[in-house]
């Protein structure tokens, strides 16, 4: 864990989101290019937006579990439109660059004082 870790950290977006840098939504072009295309091609979308049936929620598999995590306050039930869908947008990126990697970083933390510990 504590290599995969690393790994993740060692990346320059991470590294300055780990310090407590604020990110922003062009740094996910770096971390994860598909999303951010699919993103760029949703914030420039001329259909109707509620087409794609989206809604202000994400949800992951952790430790086979399906967890669910809301963008806003009741986010599963707020679609996306043509009028909130730069929001959308935006708390997709936050939760990807800023709130999704805090486990990661906290596993890393974790590891990291074990490793300590046994050398001094």
């Not at 770096?30 to 929620?57: I, S, W």
Request: charged letters at 25%.
């Amino acid at each position: 864990m504590r290599e995969f870790c690393w790994t993740i950290l060692s990346h320059k977006y991470l590294c300055r989101n780990f310090w407590g840098a604020i990110v922003f939504l062009d740094e996910l072009s770096t971390l994860d290019p598909e999303l951010y295309r699919n993103l760029m091609q949703l914030k420039h979308y001329d259909g109707d937006v509620e087409d794609l049936c989206l809604d202000f929620a994400v949800a992951e598999e952790l430790g086979g579990k399906r967890i669910v995590h809301e963008l806003r306050p009741n986010g599963k039930n707020i679609s996306v439109t043509n009028e909130n869908k730069l929001h959308y947008v935006h708390a997709i990126a936050d939760f990807k660059l800023n709130r999704q990697i805090v486990h990661l970083q906290m596993h890393f933390v974790e590891d990291s004082a074990i490793s300590f510990h046994h050398l001094g």
